[in-house]
């Protein structure tokens, strides 16, 4: 038996999310959508995340504009820009963990992540950050990435995966790689793994500075 808990990243997409939320629907699997924040000013999309919420997912914060690491700016004030923007935009589906997940610049688990005035904005403010520990790559190989996925779960006992519901063509696989993991013996659940979540509710609960950079910050004017 392994444990696997879902999330997504980068929507919500009106050419894909709706079929994904049928798709968890109909097995009763429950995930989280780290939504992009500038994608929530859409009408469309924010209602996505509306359904999203309302059938029982969680809500989370993946940055305003998902453009560069936050840990590579110089800006003192992307704190605020990339991760206050965006949980405003969220507002009343926001999850009362406040669940955050920084951008990785490709799945990358190292100093891009973080910076010391993010994790400043992200204990103030009472975020709970969540990393990752299994990336298939289905933005980069979106009809192979089911086999990875499978591989990845096998290889420990409780995996956090990070899959993306955008117009790729990988979440037409989708169904097929949820009924091969459920018949190879994974057992779904939302939660994540304590070793993914460095920081909770505003507490440092593991050691971070691995995924902290030390870029020097300009001053402010």
Not at 32 to 61: C, M, Q, S, Y
Request: proline letters at 8%; charged letters at 25%; aromatic letters at 8%.
């Amino acid at each position: 038996m392994f444990d696997l808990t879902l999330t997504f990243d980068n929507g919500p997409e009106p050419e894909v999310t709706p079929r994904v939320l049928d798709i968890l629907g109909e097995r009763g699997i429950k995930t989280t959508f780290f939504v992009i924040g500038e994608k929530l000013d859409d009408p469309e999309r924010r209602r996505l995340a509306a359904r999203a919420h309302d059938e029982g997912h969680w809500i989370g914060n993946h940055t305003y504009t998902h453009s560069v690491p936050l840990g590579l700016q110089a800006d003192p004030d992307v704190a605020e820009a990339e991760i206050g923007r965006t949980q405003a935009a969220i507002g009343d589906l926001a999850h009362p963990e406040r669940w955050f997940r920084p951008f990785g610049g490709g799945g990358n688990l190292d100093e891009r992540l973080l910076k010391p005035s993010v994790i400043d904005h992200l204990v103030r403010n009472k975020h709970s950050c969540v990393l990752w520990n299994a990336i298939p790559r289905d933005w980069n190989d979106p009809d192979g990435w089911t086999d990875r996925a499978l591989d990845q779960c096998r290889a420990q006992p409780w995996t956090l995966m990070v899959l993306h519901d955008l117009p790729t063509g990988a979440m037409a696989h989708l169904e097929d790689f949820l009924d091969r993991a459920e018949a190879s013996g994974v057992r779904f659940r939302q939660d994540y793994p304590p070793q993914c979540v460095p920081i909770r509710g505003g507490a440092i609960a593991l050691p971070i500075q691995a995924y902290v950079s030390s870029i020097e910050e300009s001053a402010r004017p």
